[in-house]
């Protein structure tokens, strides 16, 4: 019972800090170095990406009808080409951060996955998300999802390159991305929830193969059990923290995300350095 609690606790964490400009993998990190799962360091490595696939599911639960290209009309199936478009857009902004992880993911987890280097992330995009927001960078022209061009997604895409440093929060690399390069915040927050899909399938999938080829295909039902409960957990923590930020970001800007990445980091440093 003590584990399914900590997996409930790490389906939450994970449910809220995806979507939230906050870190999700920088969250992960730290509350690994307090409460540990009672599984081998091969499967919490797995469980830590693969419980993800929840918090997708929201995504594609709440968003169907704007990514289903599939479409019933007149009693016959028919593609919708706008969101075979949109799928273009999304795929061609994946494609950096995809090229970039497949080729030094193992050297960035090795150097970058630490709590020293969360907290300074932490601090500089918080810093950086207060300065944009204070410029009042965050009204911009493009209104619609179905409005960005190839060359504005890609450019988030670019900047999406950013959160393979943990710390950085995709979320909000990709927002920064998406404020800089004019993207209205509804939208710019709308098309993150997008870009993540098939990131996030294509992480669990890597992790899963990297699994399977150093462990085998041998999971405990304890374990499948965990990562079960993680995934639930994190799909139903995810709708709701994805419907408040969507309702939020209509009447307040992302300052307060900001200056929580701020005080926690400072707080990470404090304890790393004083008090462990």
Known sequence: MLEIFKAVLFGIIEGVTEWLPISSTGHMILLDEFIHLGVSAQFYKL??????????LAVILLYFENIWPLKRKDGSLTLDYGILNLWGKILAACLPAGVI???????????FFTPEVVAITLIFYGILFIFIESRGIGSGKVKR???ISYMKAIQVGIFQLLSLVPGTSRSGSTIIGGLLIGLERSVAAEFTFYLAIPVMVGASLL????YILKVGFVFHSNELLLLAVGCIVAFIVSILVIRFL????????FIVFGYYRIVLGLMVLAYFMFLK
């Open 47 to 56: 469980f830590e990406v693969v419980i993800q696939l929840g918090a997708i």
């Open 207 to 210: 992790k899963l193969i990297k």
């Open 101 to 111: 992880g497949l080729l030094f993911n193992d050297w960035m987890e090795e150097h």
């Open 145 to 147: 999802v179905e409005d």
């Open 246 to 253: 969507m309702s939020y970001i209509r009447k307040h800007n």
